[in-house]
C-alpha cells in the first residue's frame, strides 16, 4: 500500500476521472459544432436558427479570443435580438461569420502590435436584430484601428487584400460578398472610419422568395 501510494491513488483518481469527463464533453461540443458549423448534410435551403451558426463559428475560433503570453485577448460582447427561424445555406452563412471574424480578429491583433501605446482593450460585439418582417441584420463590429476609405472601397473585389504575403488570398470576403448577395438575395457593407473600427453589416431576407426546402 506505501509503495503504490494508495492514499493519494484514492484521492486523484475522482478527479482524474473528473477531468476525463470535462475533456470528453469538450470533445462532443467541438465536434457537435464543427458538424453545426460545416453543415455538409445540409447542402440545399434549410430553415435554420442563425444563433447557433454564429455560436459554431465562435467555438472554432475560440482559442483566439483568449489571452497569450504576449496578448491580452479579445473581448466578445453578444447582443442577440429575437430571431425567427431562417431559410438559407447554413454552411455557407456559416462561412461568411467565420471570414469576417477572421478578419476582424486578425485586425484587432496586428492593431495590438502596432499601435504605440497598445488599445487598454480589444472587444468584437456581434449583434443580430429582425429589421421588418421580412429580412433580419447581423453586424460583427470591432475596436481596431478601422479602414480607410481607399481600402473599404476594394474590400470585397477578388484577390484583393491587406495582408502580408501569405497570409491572405484575397478572396474571403469577396466570396462572402457573392454567398449574402447572390446566393441569399442580401446585402453586405462594411462601416468604417480610420481610429474608430470596422462594422460588417449582413442583411439576408427570413424567406427566399420561390424557393422550397
Known sequence: IDAMDLEFLVDDLPKLLSSMRVGAERIREIIASLRNFSRLDEAEFKTVNVHEGIDSTLMILQNRFKPQATFPGIQLVKDYGDLPLVQCY??????????????????????????????????????????????????????????????????????????AIGKGTGLGMSISYRIIVEKHNGSLHCQSELGHGATFIVTIPIQQVGVEE
Open 90 to 163: 447554413p454552411g455557407q452563412l456559416n462561412q461568411v461569420f467565420m471570414n469576417i471574424l477572421t478578419n476582424a480578429i486578425d485586425a484587432l491583433e496586428e492593431h495590438f502590435r502596432q499601435a504605440a501605446p497598445p488599445p487598454p482593450a480589444l472587444t468584437i460585439q456581434i449583434q443580430t436584430r429582425s429589421l421588418d418582417a421580412d429580412h433580419i441584420a447581423i453586424a460583427i463590429q470591432d475596436n481596431g484601428p478601422g479602414i480607410p476609405a481607399a481600402v473599404r472601397d476594394r474590400l470585397f473585389d477578388p484577390f484583393f487584400t491587406t495582408k
